[in-house]
């Protein structure tokens, strides 16, 4: 069982990751590995000044190892609530999680096989996105949305700080108190 499994490891996925796993909870990330983000050039990505997009998607995933996240390639078809547990159906096995965080980019399909309520994209070439309130939570019982798929501008740095804004949500949820996540420098 996880506390939290998050589905897509694009920037707004990984970003989640990152936060949970650094946050001490048991995280999955389920991922299919069709990413937008690896067409991608950036020059307009905060602190990073020009990133390939295959190199930023492989450093977040890094990131998120390295607190202890498991990242999973895998094809999410279906996901079901029962009794305060997600079971998330993969085309090789099933798994079971606390939280799910869908982070699906362009991909509205699992949302949709799962009975999760989607509506017409407001953002350029994006035609569903899951409609989700402003902190992420979908009509499913623990089951949140982040990034692309959740309606935000499509931007690495907006995905990314919306899954973090995401993960410290369902962080926050958990512990039963806001979440604030700062390391300090060392003097
Ligand atoms: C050609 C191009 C150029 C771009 N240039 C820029 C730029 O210069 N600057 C900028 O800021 N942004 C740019 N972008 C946009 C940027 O790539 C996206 O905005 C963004 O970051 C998307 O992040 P995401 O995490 O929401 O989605 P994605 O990065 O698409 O990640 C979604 C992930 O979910 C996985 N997934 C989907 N369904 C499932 C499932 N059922 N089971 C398991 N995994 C699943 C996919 O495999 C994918 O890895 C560009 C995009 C394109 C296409």
């Not at 650094?22 to 069709?34: E, F, H, N, R, W």
């Not at 991608?40 to 602190?47: D, L, M, P, R, V």
């Not at 390639?73 to 998330?88: M, P, R």
């Amino acid at each position: 069982m996880y506390e939290i499994a998050v589905i897509g490891a694009g920037p707004a996925g990984a970003s989640a990751a990152l936060f949970t796993a650094k946050a001490g909870k048991k995280t999955i990330v389920l991922d299919s590995d069709q990413s937008v983000t690896k067409r991608a050039w950036i020059e307009n990505h905060y602190g990073a000044p020009e990133i390939t997009g295959p190199d930023l998607v492989a450093a977040g995933k890094k990131q998120a190892e390295k607190f202890g996240a498991e990242i999973v390639s895998a094809k999410v078809t279906k996901l079901s609530v029962s009794d305060g547990i997600v079971t998330v159906e993969t085309e090789g096995g099933t798994y079971e999680a606390k939280h799910v965080i869908i982070a699906t980019g362009m991909f509205t399909d699992l949302a949709e096989a799962s009975g999760i309520r989607t509506k017409p994209g407001t953002e350029p070439r994006i035609k569903t996105v899951i409609d989700c309130t402003p902190d992420g939570q979908t009509n499913l019982e623990g089951v949140w949305a982040a990034g692309t798929v959740a309606g935000v501008s499509m931007h690495t740095i907006i995905t990314a700080g919306d899954g973090a804004k995401v993960a410290i949500n369902v962080i926050s949820e958990i512990n039963g108190e806001r979440y604030v996540d700062h390391d300090v420098l060392k003097s």
